[in-house]
C-alpha cells in the first residue's frame, strides 16, 4: 500500500538555470571559471549542483573546508580541481587529490616539509582583505624558491567590495594582486568572485571563481539582476482560521487584528532557516498575490494574513522564497545579504532538483 503523502515545505532547485547562469559567466569572462559550492552550494546541494556543473563543462571547484572537499570528491568522482580555501596540512588527505589554498608563512612550511601534494597548491596573496593569505611582507620576505616542489597551480586573492563600484578597493586589489603574483612567473592567476566578474577586464584573470551569481544572487547590487533565478521554497499551510478584531496572533502577541481576519498558519520557521528577523515583515506569495507575514516568526510555525486571499485553503503552497520574491529581495526585508538567506535554508525541507 502507498504511504500518504505528508506535507512539507519544499526547496525546489532549477540545476538548468543554475548551469545556465555559469554559461552565462564564462561567456563574459572569456577565460575559466570555477564553481565556488561552499557551505552545501549556498544551502542549495554541494552534490547535485557541482554534478551539474561538471557536466556544463566546470572543470574546477572551490569549498571552504576540507570535509566538504572530501564529500565533494565523493559526489564528482576523479577529474575536476577542488581547492580548500581554509587549506588544510599535509597529510590530512587519504588520496581524495583535494587541492590546499596556502594561506600563510606557516602553510608554505608545512607543505614544504612533507612530500608534495599530488593535486598541486594555490597561493594565496592578501591584497585588502586581511583575513587569510600572505601579506605583502610576508610574500617579499618569501626566500628564493620558497615554492618550489609545492606544485603552485594558481596564485589567487580575494576582492573585499567588487560588489561596491567605485569603491577605491576595486582598483588597488587588482594592482596590488598583479604586482604579488609577478613574483611567480609563469603561475595562472585567480582573482574575480561574482561581482568581479562585471568589472570587466581590469578584473579578468586565468580563473574566476563566481558562487552568488550561480545562485541568482544579483551581482551587480543596484542595478537588475543579470542572473536567473534558480530555487523556490514553498511552504504548506496547515491550517486557516477566523480571527476577530482585537485578537493577537503568536509569540508576545506582537501582531494584533485590526479587522476580523483570516490567518494562515504555514509549516516552517526559524529552525528551517526562515530568518526571525522577518517578523511581520516578510511575504509569501500565492497564485501572484503578496501575502503579508504577521506576528512572530516561530520555530516551526509562521502566521499570514490570508484575510484579502479568500480562495486560500489549507494544504495549499506559499512561496516564501523564490522567483516571485527573490533571496535578495528577503534579505532587504531582514535586513541581510541574499548569502545569508540561501545558507540558511534549513536541513528539514525535502529537496527537489530539476535537471540540468
Ligand atoms: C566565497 C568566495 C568566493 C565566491 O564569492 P561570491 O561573492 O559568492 O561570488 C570566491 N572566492 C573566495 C575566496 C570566497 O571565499
Known amino acids: 500500500m502507498m504511504a500518504t503523502e505528508v506535507p512539507q515545505a519544499e526547496l525546489e532547485v532549477d540545476l538548468t538555470a543554475i548551469t545556465a547562469n555559469w554559461r552565462d559567466l564564462a561567456a563574459r569572462?572569456?577565460?575559466?571559471?570555477?564553481?565556488?559550492?561552499?557551505?552545501?552550494?549556498?544551502?542549495?546541494?554541494?552534490?547535485?549542483v557541482a554534478r551539474a556543473l561538471a557536466q556544463a563543462g566546470c572543470r574546477h571547484f572551490f569549498v571552504a573546508q576540507f570535509q566538504e572537499g572530501l564529500a565533494l570528491r565523493e559526489a564528482l568522482g576523479e577529474g575536476p580541481m577542488i581547492a580548500v580555501l581554509g587549506g588544510f596540512p599535509p597529510g590530512a588527505d587519504p588520496g581524495a587529490g583535494l587541492t590546499p589554498v596556502l594561506n600563510g608563512p606557516a602553510d608554505i612550511a608545512a607543505w614544504q616539509a612533507a612530500p608534495p601534494c599530488p593535486a598541486g597548491t594555490i597561493l594565496h596573496l592578501d591584497t585588502g582583505m586581511e583575513r587569510l593569505g600572505l601579506t605583502p611582507a610576508e610574500r617579499a620576505a618569501l626566500p628564493p624558491g620558497a615554492l618550489d616542489g609545492l606544485g603552485l597551480r594558481y596564485v589567487m586573492t580575494h576582492l573585499a567590495c567588487a560588489d561596491e563600484p567605485g569603491h577605491p578597493l576595486n582598483e588597488l586589489q587588482p594592482r596590488r594582486f598583479a604586482e604579488a603574483a609577478s613574483a611567480f612567473p609563469g603561475t595562472a592567476r585567480s582573482l574575480a568572485n561574482s561581482a568581479g566578474l562585471f568589472h570587466g577586464a581590469a578584473m579578468a584573470s586565468d580563473l574566476a571563481r563566481p558562487g552568488c551569481a550561480l545562485y541568482g544572487i544579483n551581482p551587480t547590487p543596484g542595478r537588475p539582476n543579470p542572473m536567473r533565478q534558480v530555487m523556490r521554497l514553498t511552504v504548506p499551510v496547515l491550517q486557516v482560521r477566523q480571527v476577530a478584531a482585537g485578537t493577537s496572533v503568536g509569540y508576545g502577541a506582537s501582531w494584533v487584528a485590526k479587522r476580523d481576519s483570516r490567518i494562515a498558519t504555514i509549516a516552517a520557521g526559524y529552525a528551517d532557516g526562515?530568518?526571525?528577523?522577518l517578523s511581520s515583515r516578510g511575504v509569501g506569495i500565492f497564485a501572484g498575490r503578496p501575502v503579508p507575514l504577521v506576528g512572530r516568526v516561530s520555530m516551526d510555525l509562521i502566521t499570514l494574513d490570508v484575510t484579502d486571499i479568500p480562495d486560500l485553503r489549507a494544504g495549499d503552497r506559499v512561496e516564501m522564497i523564490g522567483p516571485g520574491q527573490t533571496p535578495d529581495d528577503v534579505a532587504a526585508l531582514a535586513g541581510t545579504i541574499g548569502y545569508e538567506v540561501l545558507t540558511s535554508l534549513g536541513a528539514r525541507y525535502r529537496r527537489h532538483y530539476r535537471p540540468a
Not at 526562515?274 to 528577523?277: C, E, Q, T
Open 274 to 277: 526562515y530568518l526571525r528577523a
Open 29 to 48: 569572462h572569456g577565460a575559466q571559471v570555477a564553481g565556488v559550492v561552499k557551505a552545501d552550494a549556498y544551502g542549495l546541494g554541494a552534490g547535485p
